[in-house]
């Protein structure tokens, strides 16, 4: 059942999709919007989704009439918006002065983390994976999430307001380009 190289591909197949390191200006801005966030909640929350997405995921969306095209659409207006917001210093996802933690549930941990992208290729990885290995790829990735998430103080610091504007409006761009390519992807 368990399997070294399984584990591994998952693991990295997650990693890259997930792409926390690129999401890191996007974290710090939003930290900038509402306060502080909470690591731990979003990374539970996300690895909640992701696991469900992994046991009951594609009987969900049948549950709704949602296909799995129609969810990742759904995801990729989210990322594009997020990413609008980086390149044009607009804000769309105002924060909710009576609810400051919500922004580590929406949309740190769903989209960011657990979004389209992610919980899409769970599905798509059960098809060539055993459950078990994509399980602990996606246990060693929220490790990695909650790490990143607990360093951003550290990389603002370190990579000082110029390279965050900098890093934001780059990685603004890979989110539109993410979102269109998500969006073209499943809209044919």
């Known amino acids: 059942m ?4 399984e584990v591994f ?6 990693f890259s999709v997930i792409d926390i390191l690129g999401s890191i200006p996007i974290i710090i801005n939003l930290r900038k919007k509402v306060g502080h966030i909470q690591s731990g909640k979003a990374t539970i929350a996300a690895g909640i989704l992701m696991v469900l997405f992994l046991l009951v995921g594609k009987s969900i969306l049948n549950l709704f009439g949602i296909g799995v095209d129609d969810f990742a659409i759904a995801g990729a207006l989210i990322i594009f918006a997020l990413g609008a917001e980086m390149i044009l210093g607009i804000e769309i996802f105002k924060p909710d002065p009576e609810a400051t933690t919500s922004a580590s549930i929406v949309p740190i941990a769903f989209p960011l983390i657990a979004g389209a992208g992610t919980l ?3 599905l798509t990885l059960k098809s060539e994976y055993t459950q078990f290995n994509i399980g602990i790829g996606i246990v060693i990735n929220l490790i990695i999430v909650f790490v990143v998430l607990k360093s951003t103080n550290w990389l603002e610091m370190k990579l000082g307001k110029t390279g965050l504007d900098v890093l934001r409006r780059i990685f603004g761009i890979i989110l539109l380009s993410i979102a269109i ?6 809209l044919f």
């Open 2 to 5: 368990f399997d070294l190289r």
């Open 120 to 122: 899409t290729t769970i």
């Open 181 to 186: 390519k998500i969006f073209k992807t499943n």
């Open 9 to 14: 591909s998952v693991t990295l197949i997650l």
